[in-house]
T-cell receptor
Framework: DAGVTQSPTHLIKTRGQQVTLRCSPK?????VSWYQQALGQGPQFIFQ???????QRGNFPDRFSGHQFPNYSSELNVNALLLGDSALYLC?????????????FGNGTRLTVT | AQTVTQSQPEMSVQEAETVTLSCTYD???????LFWYKQPPSRQMILVIR??????QNATENRFSVNFQKAAKSFSLKISDSQLGDTAMYFC?????????????FGGGTRLMVKP
């Protein structure tokens, strides 16, 4: 049973560029959340997707957008990259309507903006 | 909005000994979950233990247990018989159970080093 998979594992971009990160949820999960983890800090919630719609959003600018596909996989897009966007981006999946179901995290994508 | 505070940036413990990691939180909600996650160098967040706020009994998972003090809004993690593999970042996290979302609010983390 595959867990949460993220790609790529590492990425280097230049300021002003755009980036797309990908996530496949754990088998049986239908909800995907994205988190940004700056170096030495705890993860910060970006947004959550369920039924191909953004359901919740954290305090992140519109440069951060996402998408969920019919197979429940998800993409995180960041436009006009800033140096401060350098971080580990974590994807987590869960089952909607099951509060006892814990989040399952992927290994993350390390984004470096130069 | 909820906040989670971990006041110990780093801790160390000798192998086989016991260590306690602290966490406090602030919320006006009454129905919520609290979690401890472990993040080893592999970067994956691994759930260690969770506590439902409505349960008075403290959660335990093998060598891991919590001391949940709801009135004090405190949620500490005790690791007994520490092992080298317990070396990692530990994050305390809060989840409001009053909506359909799964948003977690994390603390800043505690880096735990288990010494042989």
């Amino acid at each position: 049973d595959a867990g949460v998979t993220q790609s790529p594992t590492h990425l280097i971009k230049t300021r002003g560029q755009q980036v797309t990160l990908r996530c496949s949820p754990k088998s049986g999960h239908d909800t995907v959340s994205w988190y940004q983890q700056a170096l030495g800090q705890g993860p910060q919630f970006i947004f959550q997707y369920y039924e191909e719609e953004e359901r919740q959003r954290g305090n992140f600018p519109d440069r951060f957008s996402g998408h969920q596909f019919p197979n429940y996989s998800s993409e995180l897009n960041v436009n006009a990259l800033l140096l401060g966007d350098s971080a580990l981006y974590l994807c987590a999946s869960s089952l909607q309507g099951a509060p006892n179901s814990p989040l399952h995290f992927g290994n993350g994508t390390r984004l470096t903006v130069t | 909005a909820q906040t989670v505070t971990q006041s110990q940036p780093e801790m160390s413990v000798q192998e086989a000994e016991t260590v306690t990691l602290s966490c406090t939180y602030d919320t006006s909600e009454s129905n919520y979950y609290l979690f401890w996650y472990k993040q080893p160098p592999s970067r994956q967040m691994i759930l260690v233990i969770r506590q439902e706020a409505y349960k008075q009994q403290n959660a335990t998972e093998n060598r891991f247990s919590v001391n949940f003090q709801k009135a004090a809004k405190s949620f500490s993690l005790k690791i007994s018989d520490s092992q080298l593999g317990d070396t990692a970042m530990y994050f305390c996290a809060f989840r409001n159970n009053n909506n359909a979302g799964n948003m977690l609010t994390f603390g800043g983390g505690t880096r735990l080093m288990v010494k042989p």
